[in-house]
């Protein structure tokens, strides 16, 4: 193992660091974030705009629904909603329920 010099590691005063954000900003769909405001706890909707299925005979499968989850839960956010839970058919379209 190398040896480390001393100036490899400091000790800083956070306040003195300027940090930036993680990742890109999002991009959520307005449409959506509109039509979640309106549900209600219990009320189901199912999304079916292309944009939002999932091929379940793709082999990136599971990423697509990870990636489109992450978009739906990012709308729910911005639509003020508390808590949903997505599910998934058997053609790949996700239902989306207010859950609190």
Request: hydrophobic content about 40%; proline content about 5%; overall charge positive.
């Amino acid at each position: 193992m190398p040896a480390s010099k001393d100036d490899d590691f400091e000790i800083v005063n956070p306040s003195e660091i300027e940090f930036v954000k993680r990742g890109r900003k999002a991009q959520v769909n307005p449409e959506l974030v509109a039509r979640l405001s309106t549900l209600s706890k219990g009320q189901t909707m199912a999304i079916k705009k292309d944009d939002f299925k999932a091929d379940p005979k793709s082999d990136t499968f599971a990423k697509d629904k990870a990636r489109i989850s992450s978009q739906i839960r990012a709308a729910s956010v911005a639509a003020k909603v508390k808590k949903i839970s997505i599910n998934w058919n058997a053609q790949g379209v996700p239902f989306v329920t207010v859950v609190s």
